[in-house]
């Protein structure tokens, strides 16, 4: 049976996140009907790992099985005739039988972006947290150190999940400031949810004075979402690419 | 009278372009309705230029003469309180009295961009003009070099304008490619209705290969709006900022 791999680009604050629901536009729920108007399927798709209301992605991965006699050039054509414009296949590949986006992952990269203003962005509304206060920058990098490497998270992942091991690798979390704008890249193998929302929250927490760049260490050590600072909201957030 | 200068951020996706129109959400009617709504003066305010439907603004100047007893800080925050999350005033200041949003501008600086790559983009659908061909990015840097100077821009200008002379200084006409962005700058003292697009838009046309680098003189020379190529769409134009 034909497997397929789609790259997708979305903007996320014109559904109610990945997961499909009736009567929401939902990404899996406007995936899976692009399908039905096209080969008369009704499948699931798999996607790396759902995101949240509100939340972007420029290379989120999804893959699905289909009867169809239907090669990758045509299916790219069908979900961009189809989607809304809001969501686009960016490619789409035939892959090998036992390839999963979900299982097959090997890494993930976001993206946080931050705007560091007094006036919220009119055009950038959905598009970035706007954060009105002084930020110390220069405690934010030093704070963010200390997230390098593997290491329980347990302080900063949400408390509905189905997570078993709370221990994750994390083997980049850069910072980069431009102008008004703070640019968060984080890479690494698998991610709690809430993980980099939770982290870019702290993070500006220590930005504010209101948590100090060494209490890292104390809040990692006590395992206790409670212990840790701000959620970040999900309009800064972008999952930029999957690895396989 | 007291006289004050706006800074207005502004999403053009969300308007139908500056002027008042009744029945339309236009900038200007949701300006004019803010004063409405914090003074209760019924003014007409002036902006540097108009700007069309679609089109955005970092950095719109406004200007608006009023009666009533409100500091720039009063002002600056009931616009904030009161227009639309796609309009924003950035900052509010008290001006001397013969100030005026539109005559005593210098200069302006807008800015395009162009997103070069096969598939549309979800996120940036309402910010940037998405041009599906290869471009012969070289070609379009020397044609950009022939609109630099004081030059009759009559083959670039729209065919309905009040304009009497068509004669432009463009100070500056940059090209930054990052990627499969294409970031285009432009400086004058005095812009013509459409100039800023009709000169992307034949640029496009010389990197498509369907009008050679050396031609843009020619076209200029023509005077004649119907020689000039495509006339690039609002939403990948930005105005920046305005100079007193």
Not at 24 to 45: M, P
Not at 65 to 74: C, N, Q
Not at 139 to 156: H, N, P, Q, R
Not at 176 to 194: K, M, P, Y
């Amino acid at each position: 049976m034909p497997n397929f791999k789609i790259i997708l680009e979305y903007d996320g604050s014109d559904f109610a996140g990945w997961q499909f629901q009736p009567e929401q536009k939902t990404l899996q729920g406007e995936l899976e009907r692009a399908i039905k108007r096209t080969s008369g399927e009704k499948l699931r798709v798999t996607a790396s790992g759902r995101t949240d209301a509100g939340v972007h992605a420029l290379g989120q991965v999804v893959s699905f099985r289909t009867d169809a006699k239907l090669d990758a050039r045509a299916w790219h054509g069908a979900f961009n005739q189809y989607l809304p414009h809001t969501m686009r296949a960016m490619s789409v590949e035939e892959v090998p039988e036992d390839f999963n986006a979900r299982f097959s992952a090997k890494g993930k990269q976001y993206e946080y972006i931050v705007i560091n203003r007094k006036t919220p962005s009119a055009i950038r509304r959905n598009y970035a947290w706007h954060v009105p206060y002084e930020l110390d920058y220069d405690a934010m990098v030093e704070a963010s150190k200390l997230f390098i490497g593997c290491i329980d998270f347990t302080s900063f992942s949400a408390t509905d999940t189905d997570a078993v091991t709370f221990t994750r690798t994390l083997s980049r979390l850069d910072m980069e400031r431009d102008g008004e704008q703070i640019r968060f890249t984080f890479v690494s193998a698998g991610f709690l949810r809430h993980m980099v929302r939770n982290i870019v929250g702290t993070l500006v927490d220590v930005g504010r004075g209101r948590i100090a760049p060494l209490d890292i260490t104390v809040i990692l050590e006590a395992k206790d979402r409670k212990m840790a600072g701000t959620n970040a909201p999900p309009q800064g957030l972008y999952l930029v690419k999957v690895e396989y």
